[in-house]
């Protein structure tokens, strides 16, 4: 790293903005000559190639992640008063996919420092009425499977691994979304390799897969896409009121290069979580531990803790003052009880869960791309820097 260097610049630096390359650039452009955008003959070599790189027996790839959590609570018999458990801190679409499959969520808290949810919390909330877990590799570290998986074989529950931040995730050398009934992964713009739109869910079992591809687009009989192709028309059977949550060849045709990348943009991400360590140490702010021994962390976030005592500054404020230097963060994320909705449907409060309320309150994630420069870091660095120092948000002294 070089030594920081203040510099004048006056392009935003985007959070989580995408690396693309000249050769998903051109696969688009021969996707759309061909005239084929729809789902076709791109999505089924994105959705082998992605099979192939988790080591899975089948992949079905969607145009979303919310769209892989909701298909796959259904496809494993949740029904309406059943309650499957989940972690606090997550996006709102881990819990809403819950809710429009007709399921209960129930919250379970986190571990403090790895921000996944605890398998001791878990264990408290299970009822005779729990039928799945749904744990979330928080930001690419994986969760404790071991135990989370003996919970479930324990209690005959279903296990839906949520991996959109844990694409390239392992645990004692198993691939992330291969623990349990389902992963579900997610391509959206600002995660580690991107269709734009776009999702994928793996699965060991043929049923479930079946099922799936049906339930994807419109009910429609699993082949239906190839109906219009050269062999001549096919006829399609309904079989069961679907969705429309089918990924398209455009998207698969980013994906399809993205993927074969993706170990180098590991490698880059890697380098710039390890700068970030090494350039944040003796600031005032909490960094994330280092990944747990015989795992893989997919450094999908770089998450820090801003406590005003500590700081001199609070999260909101932090916040602003690093978007009026041109640094655009994230937070990931107020934890789900703090949400109106939830709290009046559910009556959750935010002092039920109090790590993830904590966290929720003070995390802010920095910009971690593989398209980041160093110069990007350092500028990400001095901002800190900046907002921290600033004397017009230290608290003032108490006589």
Not at 52 to 58: F, G, R
Not at 111 to 126: A, Q, R
Not at 232 to 237: L, T, V
Not at 281 to 290: A, G, H, Q, S, W
Request: hydrophobic share 35%; glycine share 6%; proline share 6%.
């Amino acid at each position: 790293m070089n030594k920081w260097v203040k510099r004048s610049k006056k392009d935003f630096l985007v959070f989580g903005s995408p690396l693309i390359e000249q050769a998903e650039i051109d696969e688009v452009v021969s996707c759309m000559q061909s005239a084929w955008l729809g789902t076709g003959p791109k999505v089924a070599k994105f959705e082998e190639d992605f099979r192939a790189y988790k080591k899975a027996d089948h992949a079905v790839a969607v145009n979303s992640c919310t769209a892989a959590l909701h298909l796959s609570i259904l496809v494993t018999g949740i029904e309406p008063g059943d309650e499957v458990i989940t972690t606090p801190l997550t996006f709102c679409a881990t819990v809403n996919a819950i809710i429009h499959a007709g399921g209960t969520p129930v919250l379970a808290d986190v571990d403090p420092l790895t921000m996944n949810i605890d398998p001791v919390e878990v264990e408290k909330k299970i009822t005779p009425r729990t039928k799945a877990i749904i744990p979330v590799h928080f930001a690419g570290r994986p969760c404790r499977m071991d135990a989370l998986c003996a919970i479930a074989h324990q209690n005959d529950l279903v296990l839906i691994e949520d991996c959109a931040h844990a694409i390239e995730t392992e645990y004692h050398g198993r691939k992330a979304g291969t623990f349990g009934d389902l992963g579900c992964f997610s391509f959206y713009t600002t995660k580690n390799i991107v269709t734009g739109e776009g999702g994928m869910i793996l699965s060991n079992k043929k049923e479930y897969a079946d099922r799936l591809k049906i339930l994807a687009l419109h009910g429609m009989s699993s082949d239906a896409w190839q109906r219009f192709s050269d062999e001549g028309y096919k006829h399609y059977m309904v079989t069961e009121p679907g969705f429309k949550y089918n990924m398209m060849d455009l998207q698969a045709a980013i994906g399809i290069h993205q993927l074969t990348r993706i170990d180098h943009y590991w490698q880059r991400r890697q380098e710039i979580w390890n700068a970030y360590n090494n350039l944040l140490r003796k600031l005032p702010v909490t960094t994330p531990p280092e990944p747990e021994p015989d795992t893989r962390h997919a450094y999908h976030l770089y998450p820090i803790l801003i406590d005003e005592k500590k700081a001199g500054i609070s999260r909101d404020a932090f916040l602003s003052a690093m978007n009026n230097q041109n640094i655009g963060t994230g937070v990931h994320y107020l934890s789900l009880p703090e949400h109106p909705y939830y709290r009046k449907t559910f009556g959750w409060v935010p002092q039920d869960y109090p790590h993830a309320m904590r966290i929720g309150r003070q995390t802010v994630s920095l910009p971690l791309s593989a398209k980041l420069s160093n110069e990007d870091i350092e500028d990400v660095v001095i901002a800190i820097r900046s907002s921290i120092d600033s004397k017009k948000h230290r608290p003032k002294k108490q006589f």
